[in-house]
């Protein structure tokens, strides 16, 4: 098994871009409540993707859909170009294992320790002697910034940040290739934050990882996302760079990346003239 795995064949897009993941006129909904109304969108290959929306817009909805924790009434999702609905079990557990999931809501098992946490997957997918899955545990361990000593603590002895950490370390147990987070910032302080998305973007480097960030951090959005999706009026409204969003007319998309929070944090001019290099700059304000 190898931590990358960049020989995968994908679809590409009309820009040539790799489709790690598509979902295509997805509707979900809960008895007539309908949460998610023919959405599409797209990840691509290497990107580190910030999903944004009001609360209760249908983030973690879209999350859980994604991964078949909860059915969709129609439209077809597509990840690392298979579709699930006509895989067999076996090739189902194949593409499950080629994911790394860290939840909004209970990150780790509180009667585990962060080793045993982390083995869970290990457990789940493959069949590897308890020697080699402590050694793999020591290594995502240390991959995600944590001591070693962190091995054999309980969640309850750890703070919020290590939890995150070993969250995001269970993640990553079997070397996944899509990596979806659902709010891996939120209750850390901003230094605490700020080294968290530091860490991801250094992990989608060195391990050529697709990231999916659900966020409501604008630090975040703006300083490690490569590109932003927001969803609103259950589809997504707009997608692309910053400057994407500083042009969209939607009024929650400008209220949240034009209002006072965001004038603190996005760069004065990309503001004022936010027309004038479109495109030209990814989210987070890196030369294309
Ligand atoms: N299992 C469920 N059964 C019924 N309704 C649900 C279920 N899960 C979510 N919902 C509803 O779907 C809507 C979207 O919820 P979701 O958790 O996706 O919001 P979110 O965008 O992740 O919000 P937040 O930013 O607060 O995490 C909410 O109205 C929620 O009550
Ligand atoms: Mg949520």
Redesign the pocket.
């Known amino acids: 098994m190898s931590a990358l795995h960049s020989d995968i064949p994908l679809q590409k897009d009309e820009q040539g871009r790799d489709i790690v993941l598509s979902a295509q006129d997805v509707t979900?909904a809960?008895?007539s409540?309908v949460?998610l109304d023919k959405l599409n969108l797209n990840i691509y290959r290497g990107e580190i993707l910030g999903f944004v929306?009001?609360?209760?817009?249908?983030?973690?909805?879209?999350?859980?859909t994604v991964l078949r924790l909860?059915p969709r009434r129609s439209g077809k999702i597509e990840i690392l170009g298979e579709d699930y609905d006509t895989l067999s079990e076996p090739e189902r557990n194949q593409l499950d294992m080629r994911l790394g999931v860290l939840f909004?809501q209970g990150a780790l098992f509180s009667s585990l320790t962060v080793k045993e946490n982390i083995q869970v997957p290990m457990r789940e997918y493959l069949d590897l002697p308890q020697e080699m899955m402590d050694e793999l545990a020591l290594m995502k361990i240390r991959m995600v910034g944590l001591a070693a000593d962190a091995a054999d603590k309980y969640p309850s002895e750890l703070s919020g940040g290590m939890i995150k950490r070993a969250a995001l370390a269970r993640a990553l147990a079997l070397d996944p290739d899509l990596v979806f987070l659902?709010?891996p910032t939120s209750g850390l302080d901003p230094i605490g934050a700020t080294e968290f998305d530091e860490l991801i973007a250094r992990l989608r480097d060195t391990l050529g990882l697709t990231v999916y960030m659900?966020t409501?951090d604008l630090d975040s959005l703006f300083s490690v996302c490569d590109r932003i999706a927001v969803?609103g009026q259950k589809r997504v409204l707009v997608e692309g760079t910053v400057e994407d969003m500083l042009a969209c007319d939607d009024p929650w998309v400008q209220s949240y990346f034009r209002g006072k929070r965001a004038r603190s944090i996005v760069p004065r001019e990309d503001i004022r003239g936010h027309n004038d290099d479109k495109g030209a700059r990814s989210a987070n304000g890196r030369e294309k």
């Open positions: 979900v809960f008895g409540k949460v929306g009001a609360s209760g817009a249908g983030k973690s909805v879209l999350l859980r909860l909004q659902d709010e659900v409501h969803l």
